[in-house]
């Protein structure tokens, strides 16, 4: 078992506990709000870490240009670098996630080689719309995903702003636009790792809208392409309902 699905399984049983007799549907979807928060901390730590990358290799080369310059070394250039280093590094998103992670790392961005070069304009688009979400203002949230997809189609958040964005959908119990943004997904980014997530909303969504069998073939579906995902154990369990 990996770390994630030790975390999310913790998570599950406290949702369970906490439910008590609460139908199945409500606990999945107090898991997906943990699983988004959890996400929207991780990737704060992910800029923040950017950035501090971005400051040190900034210091390094004012201080490559001090070692070769005949004049007085730009001290305070500097100084100014260092300071801004350690304001990132004490700032409250860093400290939260730094403590997170001391419990377990998770991966949840999708990082494939095609999306290398992401710029800071896209990063910082997306976590506006994904704050959004985690803050459950979801139309606002819809229009900053649909915004983002917009204008940031081919960057490395992209498959995970068409999944949130589903779930934005699918919270708001816009059954239709739910099942199209999950489609996306799969359609769009077939080798994306959010792929097995947006097959298993697919049939619960298709659930949702009446449609039994074709959300058991969605749920079967994802079992034989990934049998050892956390979304496939939940389709197994969802399964047993039918």
Not at 39 to 66: F, G, H, M, P, V
Not at 84 to 98: F, H, L, M, N, W
Not at 128 to 147: H, P, Q, R, T, V
């Amino acid at each position: 078992m990996s770390r994630r699905e030790g975390i999310i399984g913790i998570f599950t049983g406290i949702i369970f506990l906490a439910a008590g007799c609460a139908n199945q549907d409500v606990i999945v979807q107090k898991q997906t709000e943990m699983e988004a928060r959890l996400e929207y901390l991780i990737q704060s730590n992910n800029a923040a870490t950017k950035q501090i990358n971005d400051l040190s290799n900034e210091l390094k080369d004012i201080r490559d240009r001090q070692q070769v310059s005949s004049t007085t070394p730009p001290r305070l250039e500097s100084a100014n670098v260092d300071s801004r280093i350690s304001a990132v590094k004490d700032s409250p998103e860093k400290k939260t996630v730094a403590q997170l992670s001391s419990v377990a790392k998770i991966e949840l961005i999708n990082r494939d080689a095609s999306s290398k070069g992401q710029s800071d304009e896209a990063s910082a688009a997306y976590m506006k719309a994904f704050g959004l979400y985690s803050a459950n203002k979801y139309e606002m949230a819809i229009d900053s995903f649909n915004s983002f997809l917009h204008k940031y189609p081919s960057t490395e958040y992209a498959i995970n702003a068409q999944y949130w964005l589903g779930e934005c959908y699918y919270t708001k119990s816009d059954l239709p636009n739910a099942l199209d943004s999950f489609n996306k997904v799969v359609e769009l980014y077939p080798n994306g790792k959010k792929v097995p997530d947006a097959l298993l909303k697919i049939g619960y969504t298709l659930w949702a809208m009446k449609e039994p069998q074709k959300a058991r073939n969605a749920l079967v579906s994802l079992i034989g392409r990934f049998p050892d995902s956390p979304a496939a154990d939940k389709a197994r369990e969802k399964l047993k309902s039918f």
